[in-house]
T-cell receptor, first 111, second 113 residues
Framework: GQQVMQIPQYQHVQEGEDFTTYCNSS?????IQWYKQRPGGHPVFLIQ?????EVKKQKRLTFQFGEAKKNSSLHITATQTTDVGTYFC???????????FGQGTTLQVKP | EAQVTQNPRYLITVTGKKLTVTCSQN?????MSWYRQDPGLGLRQIYY???????DKGDVPEGYKVSRKEKRNFPLILESPSPNQTSLYFC????FGRGYGYTFGSGTRLTVV
């Protein structure tokens, strides 16, 4: 079945360093969503990308949707301790109402 | 305040004892869904509902039941819980297809002994 894979699974960075997580789908996606889950919390919706090659920014976060609409990335510039958490991408399964999540990338930031 | 409310937050139960986790949303969302979260496996969809009386299986539906009799409520039922259903469960809702993403509840941590 359709799969959404994320790498890396874990990332430890020093505060101020950049961070990137990558998301790859086994099939073309109509859109991709990104979520953040703080430790002990619930996932919170960050953004949705729809267009091929789309790039969106939210302050220090840059989200990109690949030209083939099968991959996406989230880049954080100059990480802060408030960026700690697990970042998930999610894409809709074709012709169903399912939303499939990647396994997530857990970010640790050392002050 | 717009939210998804799950109850209970924590539950310890014994194998085979039927239980229900409730989920309610106050945003008039058509779409509701249940996920379970396990270490290393991310969020896996159990069931979803695209509107009242319309439910469908996600990727891991075995051992679970749902119903959608009203738009705001989407309870998750475990008829005969087993230890492999020990997990963190999230309910979520959305205006399906309108780019708003899911709003998640705070989660229910279930332990089956």
């Amino acid at each position: 079945g359709q799969q959404v894979m994320q790498i890396p699974q874990y990332q430890h960075v020093q505060e101020g360093e950049d961070f990137t997580t990558y998301c790859n789908s086994s099939t073309t996606l109509s859109n991709i969503q990104w979520y953040k889950q703080r430790p002990g919390g619930h996932p919170v919706f960050l953004i949705q990308l729809v267009k091929s090659g789309e790039v969106k920014k939210q302050k220090r976060l840059t989200f990109q949707f690949g030209e083939a609409k099968k991959n996406s990335s989230l880049h954080i510039t100059a990480t802060q301790t408030t960026d700690v958490g697990t970042y998930f991408c999610a894409g809709p399964a074709s012709n169903t109402g399912k939303l499939i999540f990647g396994q997530g990338t857990t970010l640790q930031v050392k002050p | 305040e717009a939210q998804v409310t799950q109850n209970p937050r924590y539950l310890i139960t014994v194998t085979g004892k039927k239980l229900t986790v409730t989920c309610s949303q106050n945003m008039n969302h058509e779409y509701m869904s249940w996920y379970r979260q396990d270490p290393g496996l991310g969020l896996r969809q159990i069931y979803y509902s695209m509107n009242v009386e319309v439910t469908d299986k996600g990727d891991v539906p075995e051992g679970y039941k749902v119903s959608r009799k009203e738009k705001r409520n989407f309870p998750l039922i475990l008829e005969s819980p087993s230890p492999n259903q020990t997990s963190l469960y999230f309910c979520a809702s959305s205006l399906f297809g309108r780019g708003y993403g899911y709003t998640f509840g705070s989660g229910t941590r279930l332990t089956v002994v």
